[in-house]
C-alpha cells in the first residue's frame, strides 16, 4: 500500500480549501479518499475519477513534495503553452471577420461557409495550411455553428411542411453565425 509518509490528510484537506481549479482539487480529493478509505486499492479509487492507478500512484508520490515545497508549486500543472498558431493575430482576426461575411462577400462563390471552403480561403488568403478537424473548432470559436436539414416530423403540420420545402432547397452543410450565447 502507498502512503503519505510526510503527510497527513489534514494536511492535505488545508490545501484542498486553499486550491482553485477541478484538477488540483480532484487530485486531493483522490489522495484523500485513498488515505482514508482502509482496503482500498490504487485501481478503486483512481477510477472513481476516470484515472488510472499508475495516475494515482504518481499523484500521491508528487503530494509528498508538499511537506518542503509550497502547495502551489506541487498541485498545480506548469503552464504549457503548445503550439504557436500558424496565423498571426491579425491574420486571425481577418479569418474570422470574413467568416462573419458571406462567402461571396469575400470572392467565393458558394452561397455559404462550408469547412472545406473555410479551409481554402485559409490556404489562398493566407498561405498556411489546417486539417479539417481544426478548420472547425476555428469555425466554432468564431462564433459559427453548424447547420444541417433534419428529418421531418410525421405528427407536424403538412401545410408549415410544405411552406417550409417550398423556401428550402437541401444543400451541403452550411456553417452560420451562431446565435446562442
Known amino acids: 500500500m502507498i502512503s503519505l509518509d510526510n503527510i497527513s490528510t489534514e494536511d492535505l484537506r488545508q490545501v484542498l480549501a486553499e486550491v482553485e481549479g477541478k484538477k488540483p482539487s480532484q ?17 478503486e479509487v483512481a477510477e472513481r475519477y476516470g484515472y488510472t492507478a499508475g495516475w494515482l500512484s504518481r499523484w500521491l508520490d508528487r503530494l509528498e513534495r508538499l511537506a518542503d515545497e509550497p502547495f502551489e508549486e ?9 503550439r504557436s498558431s ?13 467568416l462573419h461575411k ?4 469575400v ?13 481554402h480561403y485559409l490556404t489562398e ?6 486539417c479539417e478537424r481544426h478548420v472547425r473548432r476555428l469555425m466554432t470559436e468564431a462564433g459559427l ?18 411552406a417550409w420545402q417550398d423556401g428550402f432547397k437541401k444543400s451541403a452543410t452550411t456553417w452560420t453565425t451562431n446565435t446562442r450565447s
Open 102 to 105: 458571406s462567402p461571396e462577400e
Open 86 to 98: 500558424k496565423l498571426s493575430d491579425k491574420e486571425h482576426e481577418q479569418f474570422v471577420e470574413a
Open 27 to 43: 487530485r486531493l480529493m483522490a489522495a484523500i479518499n485513498y488515505l482514508e478509505e482502509d482496503g482500498a486499492t490504487l485501481q
Open 107 to 119: 470572392g467565393l462563390d458558394a452561397p455559404a461557409w462550408s469547412v472545406p471552403l473555410a479551409r
Open 125 to 130: 488568403e493566407f498561405d498556411v495550411e489546417y
Open 145 to 162: 455553428s453548424w447547420k444541417t436539414a433534419r428529418p421531418e416530423f410525421h405528427k407536424s403540420d403538412e401545410r408549415a411542411q410544405e
Open 74 to 82: 506541487v498541485v498545480y500543472d506548469e503552464h504549457r503553452s503548445g
